[in-house]
């Protein structure tokens, strides 16, 4: 079993391989390669669908307005972007040109399958405990293939990354949303992170019951 000092090392290593790849054509038009930023050794890993503008521009995953829907929900779920993990099933940016201005697009069945290499490794160096899939086409890679995000989110699944893994609307999504559904929609996000939350502390204790484990450091042991 690899040692903390390990883990991060070796997410680097992946890194810098991804911020060079050529995989697929997206690699022509992006700014930045956005591989993924957190706590490399939290048990909690938060996969989205793929940069947009904002994120494309500083190489960070959920930075923009979504973002910040993403950090006001993990605060009210009692964590912050320090206590998880987040990346994306593509690492660029995947855009159309509409009227002159570059719009954000889901990513092709051929750019995820180009870009899942660098999300297995760097699922399997983290080897998260729970994955919280925002939005459908995360779902679709981590979970089942064509995930119907309305029917099955919130739900419990187990995934070959994760012995848990769960799905929850994409903060993008939400943002699209106006009113009561916007509320509706912004309060099942909060009730999946709690979920993912508690079920990171269900199996945490059931390991620990299993065989001890090294004591992680005392903000983790507080939200985990």
């Not at 964590?79 to 954000?104: D, L, P, S």
Request: hydrophobic content about 40%; some cysteine; charged content about 25%.
């Amino acid at each position: 079993m690899t040692d903390e000092r390990a883990v991060e090392e070796l997410l680097k290593e992946v890194e810098q391989r991804a911020k060079v790849c050529i995989a697929c054509h997206l690699a022509q038009t992006r700014t930045h390669v956005v591989f993924g930023e957190g706590n490399p050794r939290s048990p909690l890993v938060l996969v989205g669908e793929g940069p947009g503008e904002q994120e494309d521009l500083t190489g960070r995953p959920f930075v923009g307005r979504a973002g910040a829907l993403l950090d006001r929900a993990l605060r009210e779920a009692g964590m912050g972007r320090q206590h998880v993990y987040i990346c994306n099933i593509i690492k660029c940016r995947a855009f159309t040109i509409e009227n002159g201005r570059a719009r954000n697009r889901p990513p092709t069945a051929d750019e995820i399958q180009a870009c899942t290499p660098w999300l297995d490794a760097q699922l399997t160096i983290i080897r998260p405990l729970v994955i919280v899939c925002l939005g459908g086409p995360a779902a679709s890679v981590i979970i089942h293939k064509n995930f119907r995000i309305m029917q099955e989110r919130g739900q419990w699944f187990t995934s070959r990354w994760a012995p848990a893994a769960i799905a929850a609307l994409h903060p993008a999504y939400i943002l699209r949303q106006a009113g009561p559904a916007f509320d509706r929609a912004y309060a099942l996000l909060v009730e999946d992170l709690k979920a993912a939350r508690a079920k990171v502390i269900e199996l945490k204790q059931r390991q620990q019951a299993q065989q001890p484990l090294v004591p992680p450091d005392e903000e983790q042991l507080s939200l985990f």
